[in-house]
């Protein structure tokens, strides 16, 4: 079913083809937004599932937005539980690409430009066969694409293969534009289980050599170096437009779901900058047993929270204590710009950090996999806007609810000096990213070149 109808006057028609992930949906969902509203000429066909296309085919978008979907081949989002688990992504490599060649052959007018998730690295080969320019999405910070690009580097300083257990601590030095990082902060895809898919994550990157465009959805401002490093050793253009989140629907309160009024009210009703976020993303999750360890953690800390549990909620809401409110979903940007929010436990997706780096929350990280690891690191080591909650390097060990609850008390604790100090951090960088995409801003910039670039090519 294409829910391509009609014809528009089109500059140029963008095929949008994201990892079948809402981690990854989200970001392209909103690139395709920003592309519209500097140039409203554009056509955007985006790729989905028929069940994603279930998700999210009635959330607001431009009538230049419309759906490609694709047969429900792999995996439902509803039973999986890991969005890098090899499996997965070996289905969907396998899987998208017929039918993604298939829609592109029915399409009218002919797509001009696809933009295409980075790991989906099958899209390079149906591009450059069809000779249709391609602009590979990296959603993640430019440091993983970095890591990834310089891989070769860690291999020729003996820092991989990497034994966890003895060499957590140590760290890596020799990657040009990073700050000095600990091996237990590298991606996780670089030690013990995470090995089974990092050829995958080197494939993504090596692919860009056969691609006209690297869109970087990370601020200009916050990993610079890292940013510079990569274009002196990349030939393909490089534009750095974050952060991927969607805070141009901030500035329309009534677009507000009439279904998440009942959690605003009880934030509306809490003191300003009293209430911690939890939220471990859309996928992944501590294990069970960690996370009856943060439940009751939160809930001794005596310090409010809202958490949003997804399909645990009905194991934790009734005894969540009077501070607590537990939800299975919420607009997430929304709440973290909300005055009563004081500071976001995240597992680090790089989303969720961006939008707490634009809402000016400061954060405790409990990384789980793949970047969040380093997203962690750049977070507390770099941008000093953050504590770990673990601070040690046993990636799997348990921690304790006594222990959260105090380092929850403390985080939380509007009065320290060392809190203070992070708050006042997290509230710069807030301006600084929120620069980036007013007029003439860094990704401002680079969003309106790329939509130039991607219309000229096309004229
Ligand atoms: O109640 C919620 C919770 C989350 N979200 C949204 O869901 C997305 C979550 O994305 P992210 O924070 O990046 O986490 P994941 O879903 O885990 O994202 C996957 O994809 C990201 C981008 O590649 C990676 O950085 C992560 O590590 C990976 O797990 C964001 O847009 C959030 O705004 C909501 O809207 N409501």
Same mark, same amino acid.
């Given at each position: ?30 690139? &395709? ?34 759906? =490609? ?18 499996? !997965? ?22 797509? +001009? ?8 690295? !099958? ?44 060499? =957590? ?18 991606? +996780? ?20 050599? #056969? ?36 805070? !141009? ?20 009703? %809490? ?15 501590? +294990? ?59 597992? &680090? ?8 780096? !634009? ?26 806007? =953050? ?43 807030? %301006?600084? &990213?929120?620069?980036?995409?007013? #007029?003439?801003?860094?990704?401002? +910039? ?9 219309? %000229?090519?096309?004229?």
């Amino acid at each position: 079913m294409d829910h391509v109808t009609k014809e528009p006057t089109t500059v140029c028609h963008v095929l949008a083809v994201p990892f079948p992930s809402r981690g990854h949906i989200n970001p392209m969902m909103n690139l &395709c937004k920003s592309l519209l509203s500097k140039n409203m000429d554009i056509l955007v066909t985006f790729v989905v599932s028929e069940e994603w296309f279930g998700f999210i085919g009635s959330e607001p978008k431009p009538d230049n937005i419309r759906f =490609g979907t694709i047969p429900n081949d792999f995996t439902s989002e509803l039973d999986r539980s890991g969005n890098y688990s090899p499996d !997965f992504f070996e289905e969907v490599l396998r899987k998208m690409e017929a039918p993604v060649e298939q829609l592109i052959d029915r399409l009218e007018p002919p797509v +001009t430009t696809i933009v295409y998730d980075a790991y989906l690295t !099958f899209a390079v080969r149906v591009g450059n066969r069809r000779k249709i320019p391609l602009a590979s999405f990296w959603t993640m910070p430019a440091l993983v694409y970095s890591v990834f690009h310089h891989f070769d580097l860690l291999v020729q300083n003996r820092h991989f293969p990497i034994n966890l257990l003895e060499q =957590g601590e140590d760290r890596v030095d020799c990657i040009p534009g990073i700050s000095s990082i600990r091996k237990v902060d590298l991606p +996780t895809c670089l030690y013990g289980k995470g090995l089974d898919v990092l050829h995958r994550g080197l494939e993504a990157v090596s692919g860009v050599a #056969k691609v006209q465009y690297l869109l970087l959805v990370s601020v200009y401002e916050l990993e610079s170096q890292i940013i510079e490093a990569l274009k002196e050793r990349i030939s393909t253009p490089v534009y750095h437009i974050g952060p991927p989140i969607p805070y !141009f629907k901030l500035e329309d309160n009534s677009a507000v779901n009439p279904s998440d009024k009942s959690y605003f009210q009880w934030l509306d009703s %809490q003191p300003e900058s009293s209430v911690l976020y939890v939220s471990q993303g859309s996928l992944h999750s501590a +294990t069970s047993a960690q996370l009856d360890e943060i439940a009751a953690g939160l809930r001794i800390s005596g310090v409010r929270y809202f958490w949003v549990a997804r399909k645990e909620t009905p194991r934790f809401e009734d005894e969540c204590g009077e501070k607590g409110l537990i939800v299975p979903w919420c607009d997430q940007l929304r709440v973290l710009c909300h005055p009563s929010i004081g500071g976001f436990w995240s597992h &680090c997706g790089w989303n969720s950090t961006s939008e707490a780096i !634009f809402a000016g929350v400061p954060m405790l990280t409990f990384p789980i996999y793949w970047d969040q690891t380093p997203n962690s690191k750049q977070i507390v080591e770099d941008w000093k806007i =953050g504590w770990r909650v673990k601070n040690k390097s046993e990636a799997h060990s348990l921690v304790p609810r006594e222990e959260i609850a105090g380092i929850i008390r403390r985080f939380m604790n509007l009065d320290s000096e060392e809190g203070k100090e992070m708050r006042k951090r997290a509230k710069k960088l807030s %301006q600084v &990213c929120r620069q980036a995409v007013q #007029k003439g801003g860094s990704s401002d +910039t680079d969003l309106q070149a790329f939509v130039n670039d991607i219309a %000229q090519c096309h004229k």
